[in-house]
């Protein structure tokens, strides 16, 4: 019963936001610019996938000095 409460009020906030968030008239007056925030979830998402594979060649590799 406690989750389906917690449950209904996550969605309760979520529909409020999107609500809040939908009231703009469309992207010609949007705050943000799209293609900046693409440029920069791209960014970050590469950088995390260089890390990860970096991350993962350094463990292959145990000196036994």
Do not use: W
Not at 22 to 40: R, V
Request: charged share 25%; proline share 3%; with cysteine.
């Amino acid at each position: 019963m406690k989750r389906l409460k917690f449950l209904i009020a996550v969605g309760t906030v979520l529909v409020a936001t999107s609500l809040r968030l939908h009231a703009q008239t469309g992207c010609e007056d949007s705050p943000e610019n799209p293609t900046a925030i693409l440029a920069l979830i791209g960014s970050v998402a590469a950088l995390g996938d260089y890390a990860r594979r970096r991350f993962l060649a350094g463990r292959g590799k145990k000196d036994n000095s």
